[in-house]
């Protein structure tokens, strides 16, 4: 099922975009490198509700929704588990997903998918978030949260969460690297 032997390489160095990670694991979001780990956590959900967000260096759409997605998992009802890709890094298991989990959305990152059984419930494509405030993304996900959700939240201490430094980067700025 998994035979790349030769995998793509990512687009950015991967030290520049550690910080765009590290926001999310932060708050709970476990990372899905290779799609043998999108599978090991995704086939194995039993009933969970199960958020997917597809990262991005888009400084404008991922600037809003790492800081969204932050703040609604403040909320008092959350998705099960926290998942996370990196579109341009994680190049396989972001197709990975995009091809099992995604249903026919067109590719988008940044992205937001909740799934619970390999049915996918929700998405929030980038033109979705493009324009919208942290507030307002966060906003439209505790709607999702508590309509299909039942993990009791927040995803941190609210101690913790006030001591989170969002990412504030222009994707344009971060040098794609020549493979």
Same mark, same amino acid.
């Given at each position: 099922?998994?035979?790349?032997?030769?995998?793509?390489?990512?687009?950015?160095?991967?030290?520049?975009?550690?910080?765009?990670?590290?926001?999310?694991?932060?708050?709970?979001?476990?990372?899905?490198?290779?799609?043998?780990?999108?599978?090991?956590?995704?086939?194995?959900?039993?009933?969970?509700?199960?958020?997917?967000?597809?990262?991005?260096?888009?400084?404008?759409?991922?600037?809003?929704?790492?800081?969204?997605?932050?703040?609604?998992?403040?909320?008092?009802?959350?998705?099960?588990?926290?998942?996370?890709?990196?579109?341009? #890094?994680?190049?396989?298991?972001?197709?990975?997903?995009?091809?099992?989990?995604?249903?026919?959305?067109?590719?988008?990152?940044?992205?937001?998918?909740?799934?619970?059984?390999?049915?996918?419930?929700?998405?929030? #494509?980038?033109?979705?978030?493009?324009?919208?405030?942290?507030?307002?993304?966060?906003?439209?996900?505790?709607?999702?949260?508590?309509?299909?959700?039942? #993990?009791?939240?927040?995803?941190?201490?609210?101690?913790?969460?006030?001591?989170?430094?969002?990412?504030?980067?222009?994707?344009?700025?971060?040098?794609?690297?020549?493979?």
């Amino acid at each position: 099922m998994f035979q790349n032997m030769n995998p793509r390489p990512p687009m950015y160095d991967p030290q520049t975009v550690q910080f765009m990670r590290d926001e999310l694991t932060y708050v709970g979001f476990e990372e899905m490198l290779t799609p043998e780990q999108v599978e090991n956590i995704l086939s194995q959900t039993n009933g969970e509700s199960v958020l997917i967000f597809i990262n991005s260096v888009c400084g404008c759409a991922a600037g809003s929704a790492r800081p969204g997605v932050s703040l609604a998992l403040q909320h008092s009802v959350i998705p099960d588990k926290l998942t996370t890709v990196f579109a341009g #890094q994680d190049r396989e298991a972001v197709n990975h997903v995009r091809k099992n989990y995604l249903g026919d959305f067109p590719p988008s990152s940044p992205a937001l998918a909740l799934v619970k059984n390999g049915k996918l419930l929700y998405m929030m #494509q980038r033109h979705q978030i493009e324009g919208q405030t942290p507030e307002q993304i966060a906003s439209e996900l505790t709607k999702v949260f508590d309509k299909h959700c039942t #993990q009791e939240g927040p995803s941190i201490t609210k101690d913790n969460y006030e001591k989170l430094v969002h990412a504030k980067a222009c994707g344009s700025k971060i040098p794609v690297i020549n493979n």
